[in-house]
């Protein structure tokens, strides 16, 4: 199982240098999913234990289908203004939903 | 408690005066260099020599109580800006000039003194000070301005490409943020009629329940938060500034956007407290930072980047510490900002030692440098694990608080993060001190008329207080959890 | 409310909001810019319209009321408290003429890094700016 | 009356200058606007500000402006 990981990571990275760079990618690989699993349970444990399943369930589901998702979130953080400009708008909105609505 | 301290202002007014002074002396090396070091001397011993209390600008003390909501009579108004200076102050005004005094000094030694430079380090100075002292909002606002424009000119001074793009986003953005305070300013001048933050706070803990208009300047301000600390949809721009910026500016840099966190959530717990929605948003968007910066950090290969994506991480550690809302969660985090800081300047200060003497921070150039510089390497290491939360040092003190506090705000899930999170850093620091100094292979080239006696002595003196504040972490630690307690929020 | 100060703020919205616009999604660099300055006079509007009181007279230039003065000494100034109830709120103004100077020098320094990126990249558009190589 | 169509005029001018093709054009638009601006001030009863817009927007801002622009479409004229 990890042998397969570890060639996925190798073909992804041929131009990233290997070795150190492949362990390094795998460590954040696992802080992500540990981060979306704690992420889950934090979120959905206030709300009651059946959502809190059905919640982790679709987000075990989810990292299957997105692993790795490292290199996804490398590609939504990069330098670009356009995409901070995205995200600082949804922040804007968030924000606004969030208190004005009260949730 | 309520004595009117004279010297107060001083921390503020002082940098500004030197500023102007050493802007008129450009291209007059020597005597900038030389009123610059008196005068750091000078800022290190006002903090010091300051009494605990207020300061009154124009103003006289409040008696009785605060004028009743939605009416602005002129007569009721309170006017005058008000400047506070408690133990928490104290120590970051402390924390504050040391760092800034070795970066004026790296910045002397290396020959690339400038009166405008100097100018622009001391006005970012005396606009951090400004923020942490002011009980005044719209104060704090425009001093918020102000620090946007010296920090970009600090960027723009490195005079490449890359800087002169970051710091555009930086100003494109804080126009944004800026009119986002001042328009969360403005409702709340609009509908409580007052500006000081201590009266506000009272009128709107009267006030009951936050109306819609409210509701908008949280959201607002919180949006200003967001962008001054660098915390999620401007992590990308905060790390951008820290790396393009010369690695003992960066230094300075990080320094001032964590206490300037600091300062302005304590600001937001005071004026609404009671919002408990607020903290929580902070506590999510706090914990987004760290998550991602971490992860992009263990991608970098590039020192001053990795370095650049540890701290905004790191920031998002201390906003954890605020976001979670408990007086010891508070504490822990405030207390985390300062160990944090401590040991991230030495690391940049590292990266400048290495991008002198190797004339490159990229990791894939960089080996076997322990044999030119043994010390640096040494000290990067014990950085390395002091950032890391390994137990002589700091960070060990405020981490294991921070998990303690997240245990007993119920969420032992963060405790649980946190540790992940710390393992994280270390793999991705450990990571480039291996590719810097423990690699083998060929010799790279080394500029030998780099020797950095003051690079290495600032680090020294920097990792012995790290270890200091580890092994009587309550000389610090205590005071902050008084004044935490005295907040009330 | 007056109607002319619910006026004032829904111009005041349209500013920011067109401001916002431009400065997010609008591609060329000194377009950005206007955008900039636009958000900074929708919110400077916000700020006077606070202090407008309809009917009110200017607190600045009419003098009505000086610090010193007593009815009985100057028969033509205002007494303290019907100067008070009637001139316009003199805080925001302050505020304003502050965020005005700090608009205008955050303004400069903007255009001067437009007018440097472009002499690197020889266009206006930011696109091409930030995601040409290095 | 006229206060309201000063209002009237800001908000289209801002419109105007944003989506204007031409930067000389709407660098006059946005004069135009901080002209109205200060104008709109006044009738706020804040004539200190008004003032001090009026030059800021009339003199320095499209000053600034025109050189920036000048800056920019010269060199890509050479």
Redesign the interface.
């Known amino acids: 199982m990890l042998e397969k990981v570890y060639e996925i990571f190798h073909e992804k990275m041929k131009d990233?240098?290997q070795g150190?760079?492949i362990?390094?990618?795998l460590?954040?690989e696992f802080?992500?999913i540990?981060?979306l699993i704690?992420?889950t349970?934090?979120a959905l444990r206030t709300a009651n234990s059946t959502i809190l399943a059905f919640g982790a369930i679709i987000i075990l589901a989810a990292i299957l289908f997105t692993v790795p998702t490292?290199f996804k979130?490398?590609k939504e953080?990069?330098?670009?203004?356009?995409l901070?400009?995205?995200?600082?708008?949804?922040?804007?909105a968030l924000?606004?939903i969030?208190?004005?609505g009260?949730i | 408690m309520l004595n009117n301290s004279t010297l107060i202002p001083l921390m503020v007014v002082l940098p500004l005066i030197m500023a102007i002074l050493v802007n008129f002396l450009h291209q007059k090396d020597k005597s900038v260099k030389f009123i610059s070091i008196v005068s750091l001397i000078v800022f290190v011993i006002v903090p010091v020599v300051t009494l605990y209390g207020v300061h009154l600008f124009s103003g006289h003390l409040r008696t009785g109580s605060f004028p009743e909501i939605s009416k602005m009579l002129i007569p009721e108004v309170y006017m005058g800006i008000v400047y506070s200076y408690g133990t928490l102050q104290k120590i970051l005004m402390l924390v504050l000039t040391i760092i800034t005094g070795f970066s004026v000094l790296t910045v002397i030694n290396k020959k690339m003194i400038s009166g405008v430079y100097v100018a622009m380090i001391f006005i970012s100075l005396a606009s951090t000070s400004a923020i942490m002292l002011a009980d005044d909002i719209f104060n704090f606002f425009v001093f918020t301005e102000f620090l946007v424009v010296a920090q970009a000119a600090l960027v723009i001074a490195v005079q490449e490409t890359k800087s002169f793009k970051a710091a555009f986003k930086y100003m494109i953005f804080g126009t944004i943020s800026g009119a986002s305070i001042l328009l969360g300013i403005a409702l709340l001048l609009g509908s409580y009629g007052l500006l000081n933050i201590t009266d506000l706070s009272n009128a709107i803990a009267a006030g009951g329940q936050l109306n819609s208009i409210g509701l908008s300047a949280v959201a607002l301000l919180t949006l200003g938060w967001l962008y001054e600390s660098g915390l999620f949809p401007f992590h990308i721009i905060k790390s951008n500034m820290y790396e393009n910026a010369k690695p003992e500016i960066s230094a300075l840099l990080q320094v001032q956007s964590k206490f300037v966190l600091v300062a302005m959530a304590i600001i937001l717990f005071r004026v609404f407290s009671g919002y408990a929605l607020l903290k929580s948003v902070m506590l999510g968007f706090a914990i987004f930072t760290v998550v991602i910066g971490s992860v992009m950090a263990l991608q970098q290969i590039e020192l001053r980047k990795l370095l650049s994506y540890v701290a905004v991480s790191q920031a998002g550690l201390v906003a954890v510490g605020l976001g979670l809302g408990t007086s010891f969660g508070i504490a822990a985090g405030i207390f985390h900002a300062v160990n944090d800081v401590l040991s991230m300047a030495i690391l940049f200060f590292v990266a400048s030692f290495v991008y002198d003497k190797f004339k490159t921070t990229n990791l894939d150039q960089l080996r076997e440098g322990l044999h030119i510089a043994p010390l640096v390497g040494f000290v990067m290491l014990l950085a390395t694990l002091a950032i890391s939360g390994v137990p002589p040092f700091n960070s060990y003190q405020s981490e294991w608080r921070l998990i303690q506090a997240a245990t007993q705000a119920g969420l032992p899930e963060l405790g649980i993060l946190v540790i992940l999170l710390s393992v994280a850093t270390f793999v991705a620091i450990i990571k480039a001190f291996y590719m810097i100094f423990m690699r083998p292979g060929p010799e790279v080239e080394v500029n030998t008329e780099v020797r950095g006696t003051m690079t290495k002595a600032i680090i020294v003196i920097l990792i012995i207080a790290c270890l200091g504040i580890g092994l009587f972490p309550n000389v610090v630690y205590d005071p902050i959890y008084n004044f935490v307690l005295s907040l009330g929020v | 409310m007056d109607p002319f100060q619910v006026g004032s703020f829904l111009t005041a919205g349209i500013l920011v909001v067109t401001g916002l616009w431009a400065l997010l999604m609008m591609d060329n660099i000194l377009k950005k810019i206007i955008g900039a300055n636009l958000i900074g006079d929708g919110v400077n509007l916000v700020l006077i319209s606070i202090g407008y009181r309809p009917g009110g007279f200017i607190p600045e230039v009419m003098h009505h009321f000086h610090a010193t003065a007593t009815p009985s000494d100057y028969s033509y100034l205002l007494e303290f408290g019907e100067f008070a109830s009637n001139a316009s709120y003199s805080l925001p103004f302050a505020l304003v003429l502050t965020n005005i100077v700090i608009g205008a020098s955050t303004l400069s320094v903007m255009l001067a890094l437009a007018v440097v990126l472009y002499h690197k990249y020889h266009t206006l558009s930011v696109q091409k700016m930030f995601e040409g190589d290095e | 009356m006229f206060d309201y169509i000063l209002l009237f005029a800001v908000a289209l001018s801002a419109l105007m200058a944003i989506i204007q093709e031409n930067l000389y054009k709407s660098i006059i638009i946005l004069t135009f606007e901080s002209f109205s601006l200060a104008a709109i001030f006044h009738f706020l009863l804040a004539t200190d500000v008004a003032a001090v817009q009026a030059i800021l927007g009339a003199a320095l801002l499209p000053g600034l402006f025109i050189v920036a622009l000048y800056k920019t479409t010269k060199g890509r004229d050479e």
Do not use: Q, R
């Open positions: 990233k240098g150190m760079g362990g390094s990618a460590t954040s802080l992500m540990a981060f704690i992420g349970i934090l490292v979130v490398e953080n990069n330098d670009s203004i356009n901070s400009s995205f995200y600082v708008a949804l922040t804007l924000l606004f969030i208190f004005l009260g």
